[in-house]
Antibody, heavy 118, light 105 residues
Framework: EVQLLESGGILEQPGGSLRLSCAAS????????MSWVRQAPGKGLEWVAT????????NYADAVKGRFTISRDNSKNTLYLQMNSLRADDTAVYYC???????????WGLGTLVTVSS | DIQMTQSPSSLSASVGDRVTITCRAG??????LNWYQQKPGRAPKLLIY???SLESAVSSRFSGSGSGTDFTLTISSLQPEDSATYYC????????FGGGTKVEI
């Protein structure tokens, strides 16, 4: 059974930094691309970033490009999201998502809440 | 980015009703279209992938159709547990989601 457990969400001030982690189990982590998807309170789903199975390629939404970095450690079955220069509109539940096959069809984690406020 | 437009944004229906939600892509996405169900405080759950393939263990009252730019999610006989928000998502390129449809019983 696929299990994705996010951690690291807290209350952070504008301009601050935060690193989210996602511990994966129940599948061969190194064989799947992974993404982060977020959901602001009361709003819809927004894709944030994707990393290839090997970690060699990454892709970002314009809203986070240059501020967020997605990475992975296949030896630890863990996905990361480094978030810098945080803004109030980054406030959201951040979901870790496993890609099925070569498509962006997702299996989802439980989510972790990031709140950016002074 | 490929824009995904869902309609309606919300609907109210009765138990046993047939419910249809539509999703339109800003350009052709072949059949690279997924549908998710999300209940309050929970992660999204995959219902339909590749336009019309039913995810394992999902009730057969859910079905998907369409290709190109126009897609439909149908609930054949609405049940109380179907109260949720439904999202379409294109997987043709960098993923984008529709705005969601809130279904109330």
């Amino acid at each position: 059974e696929v299990q994705l457990l996010e951690s690291g969400g807290i209350l952070e001030q504008p301009g601050g930094s935060l690193r989210l982690s996602c511990a994966a189990s129940g599948f061969t982590f190194s064989s799947h691309a992974m993404s982060w998807v977020r959901q602001a309170p009361g709003k819809g789903l927004e894709w944030v970033a994707t990393i290839a199975d090997s970690g060699s390629r990454t892709n970002y939404a314009d809203a986070v490009k240059g501020r967020f970095t997605i990475s992975r450690d296949n030896s630890k079955n863990t996905l990361y999201l480094q978030m810098n220069s945080l803004r109030a509109d980054d406030t959201a539940v951040y979901y870790c998502a496993k890609h099925r096959g070569s498509s962006s069809t997702f299996d989802w984690g439980l989510g972790t809440l990031v709140t950016v406020s002074s | 980015d490929i824009q995904m437009t869902q309609s309606p944004s919300s609907l109210s229906a009765s138990v046993g009703d047939r419910v249809t939600i539509t999703c339109r892509a800003g350009q052709s996405i072949s059949r690279y279209l997924n549908w998710y169900q999300q209940k309050p405080g929970r992660a999204p759950k995959l219902l339909i992938y590749a336009g019309s393939s039913l995810e394992s263990a999902v009730s057969s009252r859910f079905s998907g159709s369409g290709s190109g730019t126009d897609f439909t999610l149908t609930i054949s006989s609405l049940q109380p547990e179907d109260s949720a928000t439904y999202y379409c998502q294109q997987s043709y390129s960098s993923p984008t989601f529709g705005g969601g449809t809130k279904v109330e019983i």
